[in-house]
């Protein structure tokens, strides 16, 4: 439908402009990005957005996400309410520094 389209170009732009280097793809049978490894995916359900920025994404926002349904890799914003695209962007941004530190450290040995 016309409105979780609406939704879901949020979530899109508000990677992209946390991440724009970022590659887009396909992962999973969803959008998804990465950028010296997995960013994050996401997808339009019944009755939410299902963003998925790995468990390490997860995790670093607890107390941010706590108002929502989430799991160890996913948050789901409901359909009904604003999508919290500052929110977005900062874990966007916290999974690109945690990939490029990955890189870092592993060029390092």
Not at 7 to 24: S, T
Not at 39 to 49: L, P, S, T
Not at 68 to 90: H, T
């Amino acid at each position: 439908p016309k409105e979780i389209q609406k939704l879901l170009n949020e979530v899109r732009n508000a990677i992209k402009e946390a991440a724009p280097e970022a590659e887009e793809y396909i992962g999973y049978g969803m959008p998804a990005y990465k950028l010296n490894g997995p960013v994050a995916y996401f997808a339009g359900y019944e009755h939410h957005i299902g963003f998925y920025p790995t468990g390490s994404g997860i995790a670093a926002f607890t107390k941010e996400i706590q108002k929502y349904k989430n799991s160890k890799g996913a948050v789901q914003f409901p359909l009904d309410k604003p999508i919290p695209v500052a929110l977005i962007k900062k874990m966007v941004k916290f999974k690109v520094k945690e990939n490029l530190e990955k890189i870092k450290l592993k060029a390092k040995k």
